[in-house]
């Protein structure tokens, strides 16, 4: 299938490893030109060049940290019209709430919550202007259904999804779509590190945590990267524009609700 996506610009926030990565490296092979994003010029440099190697098209990069006004400028700059918005950052620690004081709170927020705000007001009157835009919010199936040992990021993200679900019953009409992707368990480092958290606290191995969560997963196996990336480039699709104010869970079948 054709996505229509040929020539358009994206702007991936912290997309130099793991699930924005994937999304980077999905829309570049629909050929999108696409900007990535990540803190450290290294790593964002090696991503870069392992998906123009793969993709045959020229990718930039933005070394800035999304959670400050100052890195968010860098990205504006850089790109300035975006088409395709994808909105990710690292997630909050995991811990228990007694433990978080009022800074904690702040972060988490401010990374989850008001980055990608910030973000899309930047960019959405000139999709409204030009009649087509694609806004993704990684956010977390946790919203879906909360994760104990995750409430920073239950909380932080629940208040991104309120916001969202407003916003974007008002630019749909300009083809401007707004959708936040959820996901599961998906392979990437940052799911180690939630392991390595909840063995830790089991006094067990990592590796048994590993496996006791990957046999619990109705599909018995963590999510690949590649797969949701797949979701995000086709959430971005010129056919998708009648589809907007949606919380995706892309998880294996875990959560167990009918709807
Ligand atoms: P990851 O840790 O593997 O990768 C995160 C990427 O974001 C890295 O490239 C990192 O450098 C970059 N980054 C982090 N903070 C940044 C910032 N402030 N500015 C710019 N770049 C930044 O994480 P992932 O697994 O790809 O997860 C992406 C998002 O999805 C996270 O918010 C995570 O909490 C959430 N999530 C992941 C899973 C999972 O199973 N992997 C499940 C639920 C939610």
Redesign the pocket.
């Known amino acids: 299938m054709d996505l229509g996506l040929e020539g358009r610009t994206a702007l991936v926030?912290?997309?130099?490893?793991?699930?924005?990565?994937a999304c980077a490296y999905s829309l570049a092979r629909e050929g999108v030109h696409v900007i990535l994003?990540?803190?450290?010029e290294a790593?964002l440099l090696d991503a870069a060049q392992e998906i123009q190697a793969l993709t045959g098209r020229t990718v930039h990069t933005v070394v800035?940290?999304?959670?400050s006004e100052a890195?968010r400028q860098a990205l504006y700059e850089a790109c300035p019209n975006p088409d395709i918005l994808i909105n990710?950052?690292?997630?909050p620690p995991p811990g228990d709430f007694r433990e978080w004081a009022h800074d904690a709170w702040i972060a988490a927020l401010e990374?989850?919550m008001l980055?990608p705000i910030f973000m899309i007001k930047h960019v959405i009157d000139g999709m409204l202007e030009r009649e087509f835009g694609r806004i993704v919010n990684?956010?977390?199936?946790?919203v879906k259904a909360p994760i104990p040992t995750l409430g920073l990021?239950n909380g932080a993200r629940s208040g991104l999804t309120g916001f969202v679900a407003g916003l974007a019953r008002q630019v749909v009409h300009k083809n401007v779509t707004i959708n936040n992707l959820l996901?599961?368990?998906?392979e990437?480092?940052?799911?180690r590190?939630?392991i390595d958290y909840v063995a830790k606290q089991q006094s067990a191995s990592f590796e048994k945590i590993y496996e006791e969560r990957k046999q619990s997963n109705p599909a018995k196996r963590?999510?690949q990267?590649e797969e949701f990336g797949d979701a995000c480039a086709y959430l971005c699709a010129a056919q998708s524009g009648f589809m907007t104010g949606q919380n995706i869970v892309l998880d294996g079948g875990h959560y167990p609700g009918t709807l």
């Open positions: 926030c912290a997309s130099s490893r793991g699930l924005g990565r994003n990540g803190r450290t790593t800035a940290d999304v959670r890195g990710n950052a690292g997630g990374q989850n980055a990684i956010t977390s199936a946790a990021s996901p599961g368990p998906f990437t480092e940052r799911l590190a939630n963590f999510g990267a």
